[in-house]
């Protein structure tokens, strides 16, 4: 009787739940997206899975057949979107999340009406010419506050508060002084504007929403459902587990690869983080430390290609260009932060004499890619579809989904079910609600910013800040991108940013792609940066650390993600764009040495503790030498050669074995 006692107390079975019910808690603390109902009605539950399930099959038909015309398919994505928000999400914290309240099926039916109405309606709303009806006003009136909410329920109340002073502004701008102010228009001219154009709610940033986001947050879900996600953490465990700090090491390979796939960083860093940060603590990592690694890791993977959470598609819609442009322009800073985490990880290993996990403890690389490197298959095949077949990105997005089902049915460990496929859609759907809606809601912002003409005036409000510097306008610039992505998804993020800050570099001269790069990076890195740093949340949830603390522990590892956006301003062969192969190549190797001195700098370690002064003189060499100038990489050079042998020396002096430190 003791004995099976023990043994049901042991339960694998109860660990992984109890594990999972831990994920799902931290998840729903610092991310909105997942607080879901889950209904005791099973009639209920199955109605949202099929809504859910119709929303993916409808994208999909549509990047094989092609869509309706532009403003119905936007209106039917952001209706159902909306439809689940109101079945899934309740309206406070403290809300029933078992039940759906009549007023919430209400609001589903009335977020149905609105693109019935347009399906309806539309020759007369073109006819119309922008000009509503009363009836238009109604829909229009409804879908704004709808939207409204709905972004309050996703997201949180920054988003929608926003938006809201977006509206205001929109009505009131003629009250205003200065740059800001305009002509203001009236409550009827700016629903009509929302609603009845592609430049409101209908506007870009839902047209990218409704094509590549949810098409690669479907194939993400695919992915993960065909085991993709065990692969990369057993993969990152073969490689790099048995080096020292090698769990921290396994950390940014798998956060990095998954967060490029899936966009999302802080769901990236509870599914990853809930594997690493305790083998992180096990070989001695302090709890703030971590939780940062896996936080910046996390969030570094949206400006790692190929998919950069689907932002690279994105940036190449918006600006017009090739996506094979962007993402080799967006590879060499993304390799460049992640070997700046890395070496931060290595040295804080040696500081603290941190081994890595013993051999017998882990997989072999040859076992792991017996088992699961098959699934490798299907971002092979994307990448060549994206660079070599000449088809469009939501077709190569299309046949990428139907490869990996294929794929996966090679072995019997990654084998996809009908339950699994269906499962895998419904996922998809639920994952691309909180980038939907908080597109629809930034479709407010914008659409005021292109009515009043705000975007431009807040250009030359930071270029006048910044006065004839260039560095104060991107430092300006910068504070604009972090304050506006707080707590926001990366891709609306991005979005804003891109509408509202990237014009003023521009506006300097500065080329389209780079200044998009600058702000987007910034944006993204709101997530690690306090006093709202919730990917760095989370992960001192995992971890047990001080949030505070470990938000700005995420900052210095990732601060070569801080830096590099200036240094690819000030000359864009970092970007490897406008230069020749020799030029790219001299580059490459100049930035590496200083990314890794930066990083040494910021650790202050190398054979041994490094004083203060030896820290700042050999973080000015490693930006000197990361600058793509010949006159300061020989003086770069020389300034570190003297600085590591003043290093050599005190290591010496206190008696280190240097070889085994480094």
Avoid at 153 to 164: D, F, K
Wanted: proline residues 3%.
């Amino acid at each position: 009787m003791r004995s099976s006692q023990q043994s049901s107390e042991h339960n694998p079975l109860h660990e992984d739940q109890h594990a999972d019910e831990q994920q799902q808690e931290v998840l729903e603390k610092y991310d909105n997206e997942s607080r879901f109902r889950v209904f005791d009605n099973r009639i209920v539950a199955w109605g949202v899975s099929l809504i859910a399930v119709f929303l993916s099959l409808y994208h999909l038909y549509t990047s094989y057949f092609g869509t309706p015309v532009t403003l119905q398919h936007r209106s039917l994505h952001v209706a159902v979107i909306l439809v689940l928000v109101f079945m899934l999400y309740p309206p406070f914290k403290r809300s029933k999340r078992n039940i759906l309240h009549w007023y919430d099926a209400l609001f589903a039916v009335m977020a149905l009406s609105t693109t019935v109405y347009v399906f309806i309606e539309y020759e007369g709303i073109i006819q119309r010419g922008g000009i509503p009806n009363n009836i238009d006003l109604i829909f229009g009136a409804m879908l704004v506050v709808l939207v409204l909410e709905a972004a309050r329920r996703v997201t949180g109340w920054g988003l929608p508060l926003l938006a809201s002073l977006f509206l205001i502004y929109g009505m009131f701008g003629r009250e205003l002084g200065g740059i800001f102010r305009h002509r203001g228009y009236e409550w009827d001219e700016i629903v009509g504007f929302m609603y009845q154009t592609t430049e409101g709610v209908y506007g870009t940033a839902i047209g990218v929403s409704a094509t590549y986001i949810f098409l690669f947050i479907l194939f993400g879900a695919f992915l993960q459902k065909s085991g993709m996600g065990q692969f990369f953490n057993d993969l990152a465990l073969a490689i790099a587990g048995q080096t020292r700090g090698g769990p921290a090491k396994v950390s940014v390979i798998a956060s990095g690869f998954l967060g490029s796939i899936n966009g999302a960083a802080v769901a990236n860093v509870v599914t990853t983080g809930s594997f690493t940060i305790p083998l992180m603590k096990k070989i001695g990592y302090k709890k703030n430390f971590a939780g940062a690694v896996e936080a910046s890791a996390s969030v570094g993977g949206q400006i790692l290609p190929p998919i950069m959470g689907a932002a690279a598609f994105i940036m190449a819609e918006m600006l017009g260009l090739p996506y094979s442009q962007i993402a080799l322009a967006a590879l060499l800073p993304a390799l460049l932060f992640y070997l700046g985490v890395i070496t931060q990880i290595h040295l804080r290993a040696s500081k603290e004499g941190l081994k890595g996990i013993s051999k017998d403890n882990l997989p072999a690389i040859k076992q792991v890619m017996v088992e699961r490197g098959h699934l490798l298959i299907p971002l092979l095949f994307l990448m060549y579809m994206l660079f070599f077949s000449g088809r469009t990105i939501i077709f190569s997005a299309f046949l990428t989904i139907l490869v990996t089902v294929a794929i996966s049915m090679l072995r019997k460990t990654t084998r996809m079910s009908i339950r699994d496929i269906f499962d895998a859609l419904e996922n998809g759907a639920r994952t691309a609600i909180g980038v939907a809606v908080a597109c629809a809601a930034v479709g407010l912002i914008v659409g005021i910013a292109t009515l009043t003409g705000f975007g431009l005036s807040l250009a030359n409000g930071i270029v006048a800040l910044g006065g004839e510097s260039l560095l104060l306008t991107l430092m300006f610039t910068m504070v604009a991108c972090i304050v506006l992505g707080m707590g926001l998804p990366s891709i609306p993020t991005y979005i804003i940013t891109s509408t509202m800050a990237a014009p003023a570099l521009v506006e300097l001269g500065i080329e389209a792609l780079v200044a998009h790069l600058f702000v987007f990076y910034f944006g993204i890195f709101a997530n690690i940066t306090p006093p709202v740093a919730l990917a760095s949340f989370a992960a001192a949830g995992i971890s047990g650390g001080q949030q505070m603390r470990t938000g700005f522990v995420s900052m210095k590892l990732a601060i070569a993600g801080f830096i590099v956006p200036y240094l690819f301003v000030y000359n864009d062969s970092l970007l490897l764009i406008n230069t020749t192969f020799s030029e790219g190549v001299l580059v490459t190797i100049t930035a590496i040495i200083g990314v890794v001195l930066l990083g040494v700098a910021a650790e202050g370690f190398l054979m041994t503790k490094m004083p203060v002064l030896l820290r700042l003189l050999l973080a000015g060499g490693a930006l000197m030498l990361m600058t793509p100038n010949l006159l300061y990489d020989v003086t770069a050079l020389v300034l570190i050669a003297v600085l590591l042998g003043v290093q050599w020396l005190l290591a010496k002096r206190v008696g280190l074995n240097t070889i085994k430190a480094i």
